[in-house]
RNA sequence: GGCGGUGUAGCUCAGCGGUUAGAGCACUCGGCUCAUACCCGGGGUGUCGCUGGUUCAAUUCCAGCCACCGCUACCA
């Protein structure tokens, strides 16, 4: 049994209803710098990443795909690992929560606090829209009682639920937060999260029975359990499922939650009052990150913006993606992102600074010294203060990494480097080669290659396949014991050592080219912001089941107290139909008087606002603008198809 | 509405009760030539959101105002 120090750090285990963008790359890519970086501390490093399979949406996206969930899923995680390959994440374990282990220990958890009496049975009452089949809080629907996502109106449901007694525990969560004033970081976090549990906390439904594709309620098989209870179990269920639960013992009480700023809350209220209520110890901390933003906007499928890493990282390469991503988001800030931003930062800290440094020191090895790294005999009066920069970096880098503060980290690492560029100058080696000043110059040269060492070691954990690329060219590939944290003792390199020149580390991105590559977009085109995925394939008998009519506005009208809702009398064929629509916002309601529109005529009706609302009208959105469809010259009564 | 935060160079941000307010990028001039048209050096603009107050002294503390942002539970 190893008796050394342990770090555990998650991710959370991202959805696969779609598949991964750039912002699930960078919390991966930082959990892993992050393991990468305790690792080479010495630390016995456990990182786990994984997949958060059930829940409704993944039953609706399956069902419209005509698969079964659990094949639904299966393709979608495929991506997810051949995403984490290409970056080069190099995660202990993949945890699913469909994994048996995963479904045995959350129930078993599930049971153990409803054995003692903090999970109990009583009925949910919400706004809920049955079109998304989904419910929604007061504040979410608003005034016009109107559905957040499709803009229908909701109703109150009531549903036979579970709930977690969080209340109960909120005392003992303050006091813990007080004294644990880093569990929630960055502290505007912590702010946010202990001003919400001051106001009250409200017990937490746990269970659902609107669908079935989750994890059974062990003793009442009409529920499955909420998917966020579900899935934040993983971070245990991970160890203790595995063999002998020694994994547990030795890793628990994980180190670090990395997560983004959209689930705070679920990793520092939910889950700490869960680890209470199961008596477990709680993680160290909870470090909730920005978003990576496009164009200062935030990322999304229907702004079709959404930036595909694998794409970036062919075009890019892995590690200037991730050093990027690493470089780029300030601590507890969002950043942006843009093929330009990547491109500058390539240019400027990787080619010119990092690579060019390379570039030159083995240059002038090769030209001056036949390829032969040389001892550094006699020292400028440029040695010093570049020696001692080089000493002090590792501790002010390791501080700041240890914080988890990474772009700060690599600003600090990039000091050093931008210092060895100017020591070149100052000490300038080719006046020395001319001048015969064997001695001194070989002591520049040394020099040069010994920073080259310190910074590829310590960057290893941001870029890790660049080390051996590094190690190459200087000529230590083999020499491993000069690759490790404990080698950053200036003057370990080797002289004697025969390096071997190779390529451009980072070629330069041509930012003109690029520019005007993207430019052509611009004519004309309307903005055309890329549109929805077009769904899964259906069947003609899919579409079959609707039946779509033309229908004649009679009258229209405006709902009173709702911002939204217009009220229609139609005509279809011989009867007729009131029908209500989410669309004031697009039309006034005289507007479309004895327009002929087109009905789903077979929709099961619903009440909404106390008025029974008999079918949908059809209309076309597009980001802020909305249309109905119109029929003209059509019959009232006369079928779609 | 409630609570909290932010507002500093063209951009992203650092900073701080007290000498001429900083960094990187962008821009521009000069130098160098080992190097990936690279590196090094010089340069400039800032009423440090607005208005008051405390103080010998405020960009830095306090108040008000304006602007922007975050949180305000059961959506993964």
Known sequence: ???????????????????????????????????????????????????????????????????????????????????????????????????????????????????????????????????????????????????????????????????????????????????????????????????????????????????????????????????????????????????????????????????????????????????????????????????????????????????????????????AVRYFLMREMGYGLDCNYSEELLGRRINNDLANDYGNLLSRTTGMIEKFQGSVIEPPVEPTEFDAELIAMAKAIPEKFGRLMDKMEWANALSELWKLVNKANKYIDDAAPWALNKAGQQGKLSSVLYNMAEVLRFVTIMAAPVMPGLPKRVWRQLGIAEQTQLHTWESLEWGRLPAGTKISRGEPLFPRIDLAALAAEAKPEAPEAPAAPAMEPIAPTCTIDDFARLDLRVVKVLACEKVANTDKLLKFTLELGTEQRTVLSGIAEFYQPDELLGKNLVLIANLQPVKIRGIESQGMLLSAMEGKKLRVIEAPDMPSGAKIS
């Open 1 to 319: 049994m190893s008796d050394k120090k342990t770090f555990y750090i998650t991710t959370p285990i991202y959805y696969p209803s779609d598949n991964l963008h750039i912002g699930h790359a960078y919390t991966t890519v930082a959990a892993d710098t992050m393991a990468r970086y305790k690792k080479m501390r010495g630390f016995d490093t456990y990182f786990l990443t994984g997949s958060d399979e059930h829940g409704q949406k993944i039953q609706r996206r399956a069902h419209a795909a005509g698969k079964q969930p659990q094949e639904f899923v299966n393709e979608i995680i495929i991506n997810f690992k051949h995403l984490w390959r290409v970056l080069e994440i190099d995660n202990d374990d993949f945890i699913r929560t469909t994994d048996e282990h995963h479904i045995r220990i959350c129930q078993e958890l599930f049971q153990k606090i409803y054995d003692q009496g903090d999970i109990y049975k009583s009925e949910y009452t919400g706004w809920y829209c049955t079109d998304c089949e989904t419910f929604f809080t007061e504040l979410q629907v608003g005034e016009g009682h109107v559905c957040p996502d499709c803009g229908r109106a909701v109703e109150t449901m009531k549903e036979e639920s579970y709930f977690f007694r969080m209340n109960k525990y909120a005392d003992r969560w303050l006091q813990f937060m007080t004294d644990n004033p880093d569990f929630i970081r960055p502290e505007s976090r912590r702010n946010e999260m202990i001003n919400f549990v001051r106001q009250g906390l409200e017990d937490l439904c746990v269970s659902r029975t609107t669908f079935d594709w989750g994890i059974p309620v062990p003793f009442d098989q009409k529920h499955v359990i909420y998917v966020w209870f579900d899935a934040l179990i993983n971070y245990i269920s991970a160890l203790k499922g595995q063999g002998d639960g020694s994994l547990y013992e030795k890793f628990w009480p994980a180190d670090v939650h990395l997560v983004g700023k959209d689930i705070i809350r679920f990793h520092t209220i939910i889950w700490p009052i869960m680890l209470m209520a199961l008596d477990l110890p709680l993680p160290e901390c909870v470090l909730g990150h920005g978003w990576v933003l496009i164009d200062s906007d935030k990322m999304s499928k229907s702004k079709g913006n959404v930036i595909d890493p694998i794409y970036l990282c062919e075009k890019y390469g892995v590690e």
